[in-house]
């Protein structure tokens, strides 16, 4: 899961400015990234064909033609087919309905429990933060891939489980951002002003810093959406990842991984370039809101 | 300094403790350390093995006996090989280090130089191109990158030009009978190297273009610039020398995750080295080779932790004083 | 430096989106050149020259060479180090077009058999010029040694018909009798599935720390030079080998777990050979082309992938559900899905694989799909289709689940198109994918199933059905759960058979005992065979010699006859 352990960020995410927008500056800004823009659509129009696939998808899940084989694009079949005769792009939009749930579950996930932890350990401080932070420590030093395969093991390997085990390692990451960010905001004048007039600390957390705390975020769910789907992927190359019949974009390229250097090498390109746009998309949408949130400019 | 190193050592030591429990409750609930002997069924065989794991005692127990032979050296013997689990492990771990080491150190020096270029040249072809390869690298997992790269730099140019060989080589690190540093090696590294280092050298470089645009924005060095300082002294001196730290820490920390790479890159293109051991044994439900080799690798990263604490502390001062 | 707000980025980021896009398409043309098609099998360049190496792929590394202990289960080990080195009593050989066991030139002459009151005798003659690599002369002591050892140790892979050895007299360096205490037909295979081992190197010392790591005797034409774990295994001539010494001076085999890497190094050059196992991926690249590579494939393999029913539980316990099963499946649409790139296109009607060529019959034959048939039987059985299309009776529907090994798509997709087919006929089927360690540690032994689709290996050309259908050998207190019959068949007049095919010392009556046998089986359908699963060998253009597939030895059977093509 690369990019999980960009611990340095947090001192530099830290320094930045926030600036307070209003909800309404912040989404006209947003909406001046025509680029977030687009990949917003881009990723709910993906969304709706993968998760409406019983509607959207122009063959129904599974229709096998045994003689037909794999077949490259056609007019009929306008990605082709597979091993078993099955159009490749229905194939492909039902096995997305898998692959974007876990990488959007996972992503919210491990940023609610990431923030909470995070928000928690470094407002309240004290033993409380260093537990965390000791905890953490541990979640990184233990080798992911290991701990992964381990628990995909030992649970059995179903979206579910994956889900879970991609969020038990990746929550540290946000959890260490939101605490150094917290821990910089709290010596802030606003939230002294907060206290000074009485307001108690859970409606301090909630109403003044998780605002400043977007920007952050944004980033952190994008790259964990992206991190998501490939840790699948490589747990589907590796053999502990989604089994069949279920199919996700991961277990696609895995499958036909040995097809390179064939004709049939479709079957490995179509799902690798369905990851690459969703990935693209919600890294855009991430730069786009961490714009809306933060005009200055100064990072990514 | 010395203080310093001498606290934070001390520190990592209950980390790791309590990280070896946690994996050793892990592997031991998910694993039947007598799976290949019962399929032997031999029953005497079995208690006798029960015997001396301890398997009837509680947990804790189990671990503080596991923990005092792996403590004096005795790490067992693999269920799968009949071999000592430390000289397996010993093996193992050389060719994972010589591909991590040249790894890391390519992905540093090509995702500095990229980040230097990108904040400089920012917003130039150059630029959107080199971001634009980030994404990709980010987006495809290393086996994908893996299989392409042999297929376009190894097989497809021995085709076309009907060359002898390929002119990079895929499997393992020697060819049969060579060893050492020599031209033969490196033919071999280039290419896992290649895989391993494409998804850390996108997300090192968008990072570090961040952090040099920022160092290039901060007030010194606009006052160096008022100042007329010749702008190449500004970029290599100034920019580059005060946004090495947090840069460096990313690596370090990254190295972590670097595992997950070696485990696929060791599998596509036949290297034996940890990655393998760790697949080989998982598949074999190899317990007595999976719990050290988790803790090794733990300790390895402590070790990559410590040495980036280390190197952020030299990098700012302000650090050592915390 | 204040970043505009507007054109700038997004026109950057649209070069970005762009170059990436190209970027990918650039390596996905590049990738997709396909060469010329291949033919199905060739003929191998015979003439050879003296000397040279070759570099051989090996999709799996052994994880012992201690050949009688259970860690030496792969097969790989077999091929690339067993056969090569140890010396056999018997040897797989195709004799009229059918696999037998042919004495070897380890032994002087045909061993006889002869039954003694109860008691199977055995007299081995061996070749006074046998000689280990250093020089020590291979004798009867070597075949007492070795049976003293299967029979006697704990952890051996497999004890059958050594645990019925009850003496082994060694009158003279050069014969050995062996005493069995009841007849045992298929008493070809002792010494020749393990071969013998070195009683002078070995006696008295440990035997597995002295063998698991690689050895370094030989009674074979070839020697273990080196084992480097997880890289390769290298092997040299054995100078002192009596028979036919090799043309080559040195082979490798370099252990590639990654099959499209491993057919990468085929085309690059970086391997000469290579045996994949016919996964789909493997196949597509064969048929993809590969230009300058030479393949022999042989649909006559020992591995049969069959479809097992759990005879004792519901729906399975019904004789006609299990027919009306057979009747829904198009077994030869199935092969030729999956093998008809390499000409394959008929199913397996025997259990008895091809290997022990002359027992097996083919009565599963008459099993093709006929849906009306399915109709006829079920509704006779008092079924009936229910709103979902799927056979009821009394409430329950005709549905199971189905247990397969993860981690092989050429199987996966022999149960996905099972399963279609199927539903069609009206039969519900799910599929649960289980470890190989839970499926043959737990679930098959103590019956916890209902379906399954696994492979049974026959290692030797002697029919061993019995240890899969005779009813003695269901899972249970009695056999210590250690028996194979997982699918609990349990038919009378077929133990008597099988029993028969087991002791019968004449061949001929032994055989017409196991064609009986498998009409038997066909007419009960206790669980229905599939495909067997063919062997494909691929060579470059450097290898000369009369390469071809043993399927019980391997492919390189006959390695000190291949060499660099001359």
Request: proline share 5%; glycine share 8%.
């Amino acid at each position: 899961m690369s990019g999980a352990g960009l611990a340095g960020s947090e001192e530099l995410l830290a320094e930045q400015d926030v600036q307070q927008g209003s909800g309404r500056q912040l989404l006209q800004r947003f909406l001046k990234h025509r680029l977030a823009l687009t990949s917003l659509i881009v990723l709910l129009l993906l969304m709706i064909v993968c998760f409406g696939a019983d509607w959207v998808a122009p063959y129904p899940q599974g229709q096998q033609d045994l003689l037909l084989g794999p077949t490259p694009p056609s007019a009929e079949h306008l990605l082709g087919t597979d091993e078993l005769g099955r159009d490749f792009l229905s194939e492909i939009l039902y096995a997305g309905r898998i692959s974007l749930a876990i990488g959007l579950f996972v992503a919210l996930l491990s940023t609610l429990v990431g923030t909470t932890l995070g928000a928690l350990a470094g407002y309240l401080g004290g033993w409380v933060g260093e537990l965390l932070m000791r905890i953490t420590d541990l979640f990184l030093i233990v080798p992911a891939i290991a701990l992964l395969a381990v628990i995909v093991q030992g649970l059995g390997p179903s979206p579910v489980t994956i889900v879970f085990a991609l969020t038990a390692l990746g929550w540290t990451y946000i959890a260490r951002v939101v605490r150094a960010q917290v821990l910089s905001l709290r010596e802030k004048d606003f939230i002294d002003a907060a206290r000074g007039i009485g307001a108690s600390n859970l409606r301090i957390i909630i109403a003044h810093l998780l605002p400043n705390l977007a920007g952050v975020l944004a980033v952190g769910m994008s790259l964990a959406v992206a991190s998501a789907i490939i840790a699948e992927s490589t747990l589907s190359f590796l053999g502990f990842g989604v089994q069949s019949p279920q199919t996700s974009w991961g277990s696609m390229l895995s499958q036909a991984a040995g097809y390179v250097g064939t004709p049939q090498v479709y079957l490995l390109y179509f799902p690798g370039l369905f990851i690459l746009v969703t990935v693209l998309a919600v890294n855009f949408i991430g730069d786009g809101l961490r714009d809306a949130l933060d005009p200055q400019g100064k990072h990514l | 300094m010395f203080t310093f190193i001498i606290r934070r050592v001390l520190y990592s030591i209950p980390v790791i403790l309590v990280a070896s429990f946690v994996l050793f409750w892990a592997v031991r609930s998910t694993f039947d350390p007598l799976a290949k002997l019962r399929q032997a069924q031999d029953p005497t065989a079995v208690a006798r093995e029960i015997e001396r794991l301890g398997l009837d005692r509680s947990i804790l127990e189990q671990y503080f006996l596991w923990l005092r032979s792996f403590v004096t050296g005795d790490w067992g013997t693999s269920s799968r090989t009949g071999s000592p689990v430390l000289q397996l492990i010993g093996e193992a771990l050389w060719p994972t280090i010589q591909l991590a080491f040249w790894g890391l150190l390519v992905a540093v020096i090509v995702a500095g130089l990229v980040s230097v270029y990108s904040a400089v040249r920012r917003y130039s072809l150059g630029d959107n191109l080199l971001t634009g390869a980030a994404y990709l690298g980010i987006a495809m997992p290393a086996f994908w990158f893996g299989l392409i790269l042999i297929q376009t730099f190894a097989v497809w140019p021995k085709q076309q030009f009907g060359l002898a060989e390929p002119p990079l080589y895929f499997i393992g690190l020697h060819s049969p009978g060579q060893d050492g540093f020599d031209l033969d090696y490196i033919r071999h590294l280039v290419l896992p190297v290649a895989a391993l280092m494409i998804a850390l050298v996108a997300t090192w470089s968008r990072f570090g273009r961040a952090a040099m645009l920022d160092a290039m924005s901060s007030d010194y060095v606009r006052t160096a610039r008022a100042k007329g300082v010749p702008r190449r002294q500004i970029i290599w001196r100034h920019a580059v020398r005060n946004s090495l730290a947090p840069f460096v820490t990313v690596v370090a920390l990254d190295a972590a995750v670097l595992i997950g790479g070696l485990v696929v890159t060791e599998q596509i293109f036949a290297i034996p080295g940890m990655g393998r051991l760790f697949l080989d044994s998982l598949v074999a439900g190899d317990v007595f080779v999976l719990l050290p080799w988790m803790i090794v690798v733990a300790i390895a990263v402590v070790i990559c932790n410590l040495l980036a604490d280390i190197g952020y502390a030299l990098l700012d001062p302000r650090v050592r004083l915390r | 430096m204040q970043r505009s707000q507007v054109s700038q980025p997004q026109r950057r980021r649209l070069v970005r989106a762009a170059a990436v896009l190209i970027a990918t398409l650039t390596v996905a043309a590049v990738s997709a050149c396909s060469a010329t098609s291949v033919k199905p099998t060739d003929t191998p360049n015979a003439s050879v020259t003296d000397g040279g190496e070759l570099v051989i792929g090996a999709e799996q590394e052994p994880d012992c060479a201690d050949w009688i202990a259970t860690c030496a289960g792969s097969i790989w080990g077999s091929y690339i180090m067993q056969v090569p080195t140890m010396p056999v009593a018997f040897e797989t050989r195709l004799v009229d077009d059918v696999w037998t066991p042919v004495a070897s030139d380890l032994l002087s002459e045909e061993p006889e058999a002869v039954m003694q009151g109860d008691k199977q005798v055995i007299t081995y003659r061996l070749n006074p010029e046998a000689v280990w690599s250093d020089g020590t002369s291979i004798t009867s002591a070597d075949f007492a040694y070795t049976a003293k050892q299967i029979r006697d140790s704990d952890d051996i892979f497999d004890k059958t018909g050594y645990t019925g050895i009850e003496s082994i007299e060694t009158p003279d360096p050069q014969t050995a009798i062996v005493t069995l205490g009841s007849s045992y037909a298929g008493w070809r295979s002792l010494f020749s599935v393990y071969g013998v081992l070195p009683a002078h190197l070995l006696e008295g010392n440990d035997r597995a720390a002295i063998m698991k790591d690689g050895y370094d005797f030989s009674g074979g034409p070839w020697k273990i030079e080196s084992w480097n774990r997880g890289t390769s295994v290298t092997l040299v001539p054995n100078e002192n080998y009596w028979g036919e010494k090799p043309h080559l001076d040195k082979v490798t085999f370099m252990f590639l777990p990654d099959t499209a890497a491993a057919f990468q190094a085929l085309k690059s050059g970086q391997v000469d050979a290579l045996y994949p196992s016919a996964q789909l991926d493997a196949l597509k690249q064969i048929e993809a082309g590969l230009p300058g590579i030479s393949s022999s494939i042989d649909a006559r393999s020992g591995n049969l992938e069959a479809l097992w029913f759990n005879n004792s539980v519901a729906p399975f316990d019904s004789k006609a559900v299990r027919t009306a099963i057979a009747y829904s499946l198009d077994r030869d649409a199935i092969v030729k899905r999956l093998f008809g790139e390499l000409g394959i296109d008929s199913a397996q009607q025997s259990f008895n694989t091809p290997i022990v060529g002359a027992f097996g019959s083919d009565d599963f034959s008459e099993y093709t799909i006929d849906l009306d048939q399915v109709d006829e039987i079920m509704t006779e059985d008092g079924w009936k289709r229910n709103a979902d299309g799927v056979w009821a009776k009394d409430g329950e529907t005709a549905s199971f689940t189905l247990e397969t090994l993860a981690g092989n798509k050429r199987r996966d997709l022999t149960v996905q198109v099972i399963q279609s087919q199927l539903q069609e006929a009206g039969f519900e089927m799910d599929i649960k994918s289980v470890t190989p360690a839970d499926l043959f540690g737990t679930i098959a032994p103590e019956g916890d199933f209902q379906a399954g689709l696994w492979a049974i290996v026959d290692t030797f050309p002697e029919p061993t059905l019995s240890a899969s259908f005779s009813s003695t050998n269901i899972p249970s207190e009695a056999n210590g759960y250690s028996g194979i019959n997982f699918f609990r068949a349990d038919i009378p007049e077929l133990d008597g058979l099988l029993a028969q095919v087991d002791n019968e010392l004449d061949q001929d009556a032994r055989v017409a005992a196991s064609v009986e046998a498998d009409h038997v089986i066909a007419e009960e359908v206790p669980s229905i065979p599939i495909d067997t699963v063919p062997n494909v060998l691929l060579w470059s253009q450097k290898v000369g010699g009369p390469l071809s597939i043993n399927p019980v030895e391997g492919p390189f059977w006959n390695l000190a006859a291949w060499g660099l093509a001359g």
